[in-house]
Nanobody, 124 residues
């Protein structure tokens, strides 16, 4: 079992920045693909960004390209989501997820473990 704990959420004005962190409980984290998803009230959970176990391959949703950056520090069992130029439509609960096959990707079905989420609120 892998526990994922997100942190770094909060309230910010439009145009501001936040950095989310997700810590994993197992050393095997370094072999997992990692992803960030978000869910706004009344909407489905949607893909934001993912990164492979090596960090070589990453993907961003079109809605966040040029604004959000995913990265990882395997020595610290942590994945990050740097969010810049935030917009009110970025308001959501953000979840990190782990893919034991190491690839990550944009489908929820690819992920085996999920964190509890952290709230991000962007005001206009």
């Amino acid at each position: 079992q892998v526990q994922l704990v997100e942190s770094g959420g909060g309230s910010v004005q439009a145009g501001g920045s936040l950095r989310l962190s997700c810590g994993a409980s197992r050393r095997a984290y370094s072999l997992y693909g990692m992803g960030w998803f978000r869910q706004a009230p009344g909407k489905d959970r949607e893909f934001v960004a993912s990164i492979s176990w090596s960090g070589v391959t990453s993907y961003n949703a079109d809605s966040v390209k040029g604004r959000f950056t995913i990265s990882r520090e395997n020595a610290e069992n942590t994945v990050y989501l740097e969010m810049n130029s935030l917009k009110p439509e970025d308001t959501a609960v953000y979840y990190c997820a782990a893919d034991v096959h190491g690839l990550g990707g944009d489908s929820r079905a690819q992920y085996d473990y999920w964190g509890q989420g952290t709230q991000v609120t962007v005001s206009s």
